[in-house]
T-cell receptor, first 114, second 113 residues
Framework: GAVVSQHPSWVICKSGTSVKIECRSL??????MFWYRQFPKQSLMLMAT?????????EQGVEKDKFLINHASLTLSTLTVTSAHPEDSSFYIC??????????FGPGTRLTVT | GESVGLHLPTLSVQEGDNSIINCAYS??????FIWYKQESGKGPQFIID?????DKRQGQRVTVLLNKTVKHLSLQIAATQPGDSAVYFC????????????FGQGTRLTINP
């Protein structure tokens, strides 16, 4: 149980375009999901907390207008990277929180902006 | 604590030996700690957790020790196997109620045959 999926697993886009990444909890409902970013050989950094039916809470230094988060249902949160630039290239990982306050992570999405 | 630097600490052990991975956390108010394993190109996988009212917890082949006095966490892996090769991260929950996890910098564990 407690499986989280992400789609796509990898994406390449051109600078200036937008990319949407989906995060789904497959076998449980998640009121809260989280989005992390991980650069090569570094740790995970929390970008934002996504709450179903309300606005996301962004961490300091994360631009809410650039990283749009939508959590429209209890099993789906989306992250849209708008006007992507090469410095946005990273590994984006989501997690979903169970009713027991455990976080289960998705497999990650590798974004490359050319 | 917060992740810094570009070079992951590395631990190399012989297959069958025990491994100990250490982590220093930053927030004395943190109440929940988790160890994750991350293989290349994949998301973190939960290994074991411990709450701040405990100092030791055992799982299958893994043990987590918590020393709140010095804000130190360790993960012991018994009889390491090739499949244990990965990067291991500790994480602390720094927010009461709704979770907010802060990850440590990670340690790369390499198992030698």
């Amino acid at each position: 149980g407690a499986v989280v999926s992400q789609h796509p697993s990898w994406v390449i886009c051109k600078s200036g375009t937008s990319v949407k990444i989906e995060c789904r909890s497959l076998d449980f409902q998640a009121t809260t999901m989280f989005w992390y970013r991980q650069f090569p050989k570094q740790s995970l950094m929390l970008m934002a907390t996504s709450n179903e039916g309300s606005k996301a809470t962004y961490e300091q230094g994360v631009e809410k207008d650039k990283f749009l988060i939508n959590h429209a249902s209890l099993t789906l949160s989306t992250l849209t990277v708008t006007s992507a630039h090469p410095e946005d290239s990273s590994f984006y990982i989501c997690s979903a929180e169970t009713s027991g306050n455990e976080q289960y992570f998705g497999p990650g999405t590798r974004l490359t902006v050319t | 604590g917060e992740s810094v630097g570009l070079h992951l600490p590395t631990l190399s052990v012989q297959e069958g030996d025990n491994s100990i991975i250490n982590c220093a956390y930053s927030n004395s108010a943190s109440d929940y700690f988790i160890w994750y394993k991350q293989e290349s190109g994949k998301g973190p996988q939960f290994i074991i957790d411990i709450r701040s009212n405990m100092d030791k917890r055992q799982g299958q082949r893994v043990t987590v020790l918590l020393n709140k006095t010095v804000k130190h966490l360790s993960l012991q892996i018994a009889a390491t196997q090739p499949g244990d090769s990965a990067v291991y991260f500790c994480a602390e929950n720094i927010r009461q109620g709704a979770q907010k996890l802060v990850f440590g910098q990670g340690t790369r564990l390499t198992i030698n045959p």
